[in-house]
């Protein structure tokens, strides 16, 4: 009896384990998004946002939701075998994830944008200086 409960105790942590680790790291990655977010949206307040600065949070926010897009595909294909989840939420998962991979495209579209503001910032900030000395 005592042999048949700890195959069961597998079984079931052989399914529960890595959805799991898969929710965890979820909630990892929307948590560094959310401070990422917060730092940019600081620095927009501060009138800093214009600077190499935002670059890191930037890359750091692409790369949290590039791997929340792929460890939402991972959890689709976790649930995908068998009969426990209908194949109608292993399609919304996949749907998500796709909708997560889009997410991270128009972030890297923004960043982009960003280069060339940052460039001519620094740009005006420099003219600036040169306007000062003359005056």
Do not use: K, Y
Request: charged residues 15%.
């Amino acid at each position: 009896m005592g042999n048949l409960t700890i195959q069961a105790l597998r079984a079931v942590l052989e399914v529960r384990a890595p959805l799991l680790l898969i929710v965890v790291l979820g909630i990892v990655t929307t948590q560094v998004v959310m401070f990422c977010l917060w730092r940019l949206v600081t620095m927009v307040r501060r009138g800093t946002v214009f600077s190499d600065a935002a670059f890191r949070f930037v890359d750091i926010m692409i790369a949290a939701v590039v791997s929340a897009s792929a460890l939402m595909f991972l959890l689709g294909v976790v649930l995908a075998p068998g009969e426990a989840v209908a194949p109608g939420v292993v399609l919304l998962i996949g749907g998500a994830a796709t909708v997560l991979g889009g997410i991270a495209l128009v972030i890297v579209v923004m960043r982009s944008l960003l280069a060339p503001a940052v460039a001519r910032e620094a740009e005006a900030s420099h003219l600036r200086a040169e306007l000062d000395e003359v005056i």
